[in-house]
Structures are given as C-alpha cells and as structure tokens.
C-alpha cells in the first residue's frame, strides 16, 4: 500500500480532468476564461455543483475587478460547454439573485432550495472535436453579442 503523503492531508484542492486540459475547445479558451474556470472551480464542494456563481462580489476577493470581463469569460466557458447555467438571476447587480452554473464535467445533486435539479455530467466541451469547430463557436458568441449590443443601440 502506498504511503500517505502528509502534505495533502486536510488541504483543499482542485481536480480537473485531462480531458478538459487536452480539448480542443480547452485550447481555444481565452486565458482570462480559463483564469475564472479555475476560480470558479475552485469553489466546487463535494454536493454544490449547481450552485457556483461568476459574481463579482464573489470574485473580487480574487482579483476581478469588471463585470464585462467575467460575463465575455462566462461566454466563452458556457460557448464551449465547460460550464452551464442553473439558474437564471433576477434583478441587478446591487439586488436580486445571481446566475447560478454547474460544471459539466461532475454530477449535479438536486438543490430544491435554489431550484437545480439533478443531472449526471454531460461533458458538453467534447462535442468539439477539432480546434476549428471551438473557434467557430466563438466566433459565432462573438457575432451573437455583437448583434444584440446592435439592437440596443437602435
């Protein structure tokens, strides 16, 4: 039997799969969303995978100072199939309550409380097979967001 390394007994770490690392959609990630991935999953618990939130207030202890940033990442990881929404938040920033999103790549327990419900992972992030289709899905984020901020200014 393996000995038991001391060093990590008691200490809170991040797991993350090498599929996710060695996807293509991985690769065609932004650095700065792949920087809140790992802050956001940095909150992921054993049962509360469902209830991660992309605030800021919940972020910026972290070092995030801008909405606009999060939401582009936010984009991108739920573009890419990485992350995916649970619940829509109500009101602004200031009221109301906040998305909530689940990783895809771990089973989400049922929360009746915040209204998740239960689902087994859907690792939507491997539908890209190549780095051409992730691109592309960017690229189709990109033209959507710039369509909508369009309408706004009519």
Not at 61 to 86: C, P, Q, Y
Not at 125 to 141: G, I, N, S, V
Request: proline fraction near 3%; aromatic fraction near 8%; glycine fraction near 8%.
């Amino acid at each position: 039997m393996a000995k038991e390394d001391k060093n990590w007994s008691g200490v809170a770490h991040i797991r993350v799969r090498l599929d996710i690392l060695n996807s293509p959609a991985w690769r065609t990630l932004s650095f700065t969303a792949r920087a809140l991935f790992m802050d956001m999953r940095a909150g992921l618990r054993s049962t509360n995978n469902g209830d991660i939130n992309a605030a800021l207030g919940t972020l910026s202890h972290k070092g995030w100072t801008s909405r606009t940033t999060i939401l582009k990442a936010v984009g991108e990881l739920t573009a890419l199939g990485f992350i995916a929404k649970t619940r829509q938040g109500v009101g602004g920033p200031t009221t109301g309550s906040c998305n909530l999103f689940r990783f895809t790549d771990v089973p989400t327990y049922d929360q009746p409380r915040l209204g998740v419900n239960a689902c087994k992972a859907t690792f939507e992030y491997l539908a890209f097979k190549t780095l051409e289709e992730a691109e592309q899905a960017l690229r189709d984020l990109t033209a959507s967001e710039a369509k909508a901020k369009a309408s706004k200014t009519k």
